[in-house]
């Protein structure tokens, strides 16, 4: 059974047709890629179904369950982790800690205990500061183990966003437009980032522009049109599709 | 953070244990008795307003229950002093709980006028049923007794009250830096950010509402039974504000700024008694020209001029 | 009985005039800056006060109401100027804290140099009652009412046919986009607070001679303008004026068929069951975030 199955999956923002019935369906251990021009859907797809927005009509399941309309933190139970397009950090908190945000459903969270300063909570969290810096070298970031959020740059704090992710020891990880803004150099690195996640056993889902990156990475690929599915495949077949081609390149006359 | 922050705990604890011996007289034993019962309740509201994000404009409101429970229980009820604060404290976090997970869901403004409104109930209420509360000119407070030791002088009081600072500031500090306390702050940074690593937004908010509000009703109590009177004042908008302005002055998410706050703005009314209306513009003026220029608060602030000095 | 509901329905309508301006003045702030102006209270109370000192200063009555009026304006812009400007983007508390903090100065100046009694002022066309139906109706009511009633107008032509206006209501939608097709957003926003002092100085004006007024009449008036504005629906112009009718009334009912000493509560907990229940107020609009 497929990891992740969406069926005919919309949703209307009043008279905007945001997303109208996507059907896919991903397999566990895959490195699948959504694209398709501005526009096209790509982030509320990923808002669907991590949870941000509520489905108008239409399933998705996760390893069978249905999850449409669940909230983003009942998502994160079941091992789904995302990062933004936007970029989505606590800058009020140092990188390290946001890393540590992420292994948040691994701990005790207990008030009491916590306000008491219960010894297996300290030991655990002195434990997770070592994860999470291996996280922060894993992604590239060795050079900001003691800084605060607020001073690093765009470039890595994308970066500190996937390690995040990683904390949270997800099955599924959305990666939206991972190396959006950044120069060739970063990109290159973070297609080998993405290509390190995916080896590490996670199944991978990413929205990106870059199409050498997409095809490098990609198994399978995703298109999205106003919302719609114009294509799915591999990268040789989504290539070679006429209707993706006029999509992206417009008709000849 | 190379430094230790329990290290300030350790300079808290020998001020507190040093004070009572070096102040001059009575007065101003008083005056570092409120000033330590105010820094409690600044510590609870700092979690809320600094640590969290959300605000709180009727907090004095949880304050006049845990006041009045431990006066209108004991006095018209027979309940023993120790029950009526444990009532109060329950009744303020159950109200809060009531009240919070419904408002919590919408945010700013929304927020702020609720905990308003609530506030001003609470007021109106206090000052309308005489029968119980004495009415607006308040009702006397039958003296406490723990342990079979009788509180009732300014010596007894001091120490309970340190005692209850210093567990407070431990507690907040251990809360700040555990998986509860970063899920908070990860709260007030980015709640879409904090709600996709698992989260329960609404639930920590109602939790940390709810935490305030019970040491607001547990610091309410322990000042009905140190002044040994109560009066509706203690429940207004303005003493509402008070406590926000020293959550703002301190350093909103600042522990010792909470402190400075406390300290601060609880001698500064002393200092313009006699100017009843200049003391009020003292305030709204010390709010608006330190949310202007120092926003993060004075502790904060001044930390960061001196780490850059570093 | 219909006497007794309609006496209470009138003073209910009346002071819900008031509440409907400032739910106005809050309103126009909020939709040009996401401001909640908590001094806007203080505003009415200027309105009064100012009104009573120029006229005991010797100034003949309409020039003491039209400085009464104006000088509140000139603190409006004042505060948007010194307070809000320098702050441009903070977070929803700051800005909260802020106005918070320009309310007790303006109260507290108004305590040292106008004193803490309270003052009245002649009604507009005198003091007899008018009888309808067994109730009695202050003429000054009607002067409330009608004023009011103008002032919706007037700004309702304003807003929709005059090009300012809807510069102003442009600015509302999208700031960052009026700015992009050369509005003065600066200017806009100096014209919202103006504009937003003045409607509540002109509430306190009128409602002066029935309920008079002090240095701490403000407090009270503007949150309870504030919950009218949020039960309306916060940045609907039509949910402010009816939202404080509608608070108006609903106070007058209360206290006089439930519990007179709840009078000032009735709003209060009218405001947490519309946030419980109705969060976006009557006449507010759902939105999502953008992620």
Same mark, same amino acid.
């Given at each position: ?253 | ?310 | ?178 700015? %992009?097709? $050369?509005?003065?957003?600066?200017? /806009? ?7 937003? &002092?003045? =409607? *509540?100085? !002109? ?19 503007? %949150?309870? $303008?504030?919950?009218?504005?949020? /039960? ?7 949910? &402010?004026? =009816? *939202?404080? !009718? ?46």
């Amino acid at each position: 059974m497929a990891l992740l199955e969406v069926n005919d999956l919309s949703i209307h923002f009043g008279g905007v047709k945001a997303v109208q019935n996507v059907s896919f369906s991903i397999d566990a251990g895959m490195v699948y890629a959504v694209i398709g021009p501005n526009g096209a859907g790509k982030t509320t797809l990923f808002n669907l179904i991590t949870g941000v927005y509520k489905p108008t009509s239409g399933e998705i399941r996760l390893d069978g369950e249905s999850i449409g309309g669940k909230s983003p933190n009942e998502l994160a139970t079941r091992g789904v982790a995302r990062t933004f397009q936007n970029l989505q950090i606590c800058m009020n908190m140092s990188a390290i800690e946001n890393v540590m945000v992420g292994a948040h459903l691994r701990l005790d969270r207990n008030l009491l205990k916590a306000a008491l300063r219960w010894p297996s909570i300290a030991r655990r969290d002195a434990e997770l500061r070592l994860e999470a810096a291996e996280l922060m070298r894993f992604v590239g970031l060795e050079a900001f183990l003691d800084s605060r959020a607020d001073s690093m740059p765009y470039g890595a704090l994308k970066r500190l966003e996937i390690a995040r992710a990683l904390a949270m020891k997800p099955r599924l990880i959305f990666l939206d437009e991972p190396a959006a803004g950044l120069n060739p150099k970063e990109t290159i690195e973070v297609d080998e980032l993405v290509r390190k996640v995916a080896d590490s056993g996670v199944t991978v889902v990413l929205v990106e522009h870059d199409m050498k990156m997409v095809m490098n990475l990609s198994e399978r690929i995703l298109v999205l049109d106003y919302g719609r599915k114009l294509a799915e495949g591999t990268g040789a077949e989504v290539r070679q599709n006429p209707d993706v081609i006029a999509a992206y390149l417009g008709v000849q006359a | 953070m190379t430094k230790n922050p329990y290290f300030g705990l350790f300079i808290v604890i020998a001020i507190l244990l040093v004070l009572p011996f070096i102040v001059p007289n009575s007065f101003y034993l008083d005056l570092v008795i409120r000033m330590a019962i105010n820094a409690v309740i600044v510590l609870g509201l700092n979690l809320l307003i600094g640590f969290a994000g959300q605000i709180s404009l009727g907090h004095a409101g949880f304050l006049g229950i845990g006041a009045y429970a431990t006066a209108v229980l004991p006095t018209h009820f027979g309940w023993h002093p120790v029950l009526a604060v444990m009532a109060g404290a329950a009744a303020a976090g159950l109200l809060a709980a009531i009240v919070a997970r419904p408002i919590f869901k919408l945010k700013g403004h929304y927020l702020a006028m609720a905990t308003l409104g609530l506030g001003i109930i609470i007021n109106i209420t206090l000052r309308n049923e005489a029968a119980w509360t004495g009415g607006p000119d308040g009702m006397p407070v039958l003296p406490m007794a723990l342990l079979g030791v009788e509180l009732s002088s300014d010596k007894h009081w001091y120490w309970v009250v340190a005692l209850l600072l210093s567990v407070s500031v431990w507690a907040s500090l251990n809360l700040i830096n555990s998986p509860f306390g970063r899920a908070l702050r990860a709260l007030h940074g980015s709640e879409v950010a904090s709600q996709v690593v698992g989260v329960d937004v609404v639930r920590y908010k109602v939790a940390i509402f709810v935490l305030s509000a019970v040491f607001a009703s547990l610091m309410g109590s322990v000042t009905a039974h140190y002044v040994g009177f109560v009066t509706p004042n203690l429940a207004d908008f303005f003493h509402s504000i008070e406590l926000v302005t020293m959550v703002v002055i301190g350093g909103m998410a600042s522990v010792y700024g909470s402190l400075v706050g406390a300290v601060l703005l609880t001698a500064l009314p002393q200092a313009l008694a006699t100017f009843e209306g200049w003391e009020t513009v003292a305030f709204g003026a010390i709010l608006m020209l330190c949310m202007i220029f120092m926003p993060k608060g004075l502790v904060p602030t001044l930390a960061a001029r001196f780490g850059k000095a570093n | 009985m219909l006497a007794q509901f309609l006496q209470f329905l009138f003073s209910g309508v009346t002071v819900g005039a008031t509440y409907a301006l400032a739910a106005l003045g809050f309103t126009l702030i909020y939709n040009a800056s996401n401001v909640i102006n908590f001094a806007q209270g203080e505003f009415i109370m200027l309105g009064g006060m100012l009104a009573v000192f120029f006229t005991q200063a010797g100034l003949p009555y309409p020039v003491a109401l039209m400085l009464a009026i104006a000088v509140p304006a000139i603190i409006g812009v004042l505060l948007e100027k010194l307070a809000i400007e320098p702050v441009k983007g903070a977070e929803t508390v700051t800005l909260i804290i802020i106005t918070i903090g320009a309310s007790l100065v303006i109260r507290g100046l108004v305590q040292v140099f106008l004193g803490k009694a309270t003052h009245s002022l002649p009604a507009f066309s005198g003091d007899t009652p008018i009888e309808i139906l067994g109730a009695t109706l202050m003429p000054q009511s009607l002067w409330v009412l009608g004023v009011t009633a103008l002032v919706v107008v007037a700004l309702w032509y304003f807003f929709n046919r005059t090009l300012q206006g809807k510069a102003m209501l442009a600015t509302s939608f999208n700031r960052l986009a009026a700015e %992009l097709v $050369g509005i003065n957003t600066s200017w /806009v926003l100096f014209m919202s607070f103006a504009m937003s &002092a003045a =409607l *509540g100085a !002109l509430g306190g004006i009128l409602v002066t001679p029935i309920t008079l007024t002090s240095y701490d009449a403000g407090i009270m008036l503007g %949150l309870k $303008g504030f919950v009218a504005a949020v /039960v309306g629906g916060l940045g609907s112009g039509l949910g &402010a004026v =009816l *939202g404080g !009718l509608l608070v108006g009334v609903l106070e007058a009912m209360g206290a006089g068929y439930i519990s007179s000493s709840y009078k000032d509560a009735m709003p209060f907990v009218l405001i947490l069951l519309i946030l419980f229940f109705k969060p976006r107020g009557l006449f507010g609009g759902k939105s999502t975030d953008r992620v």
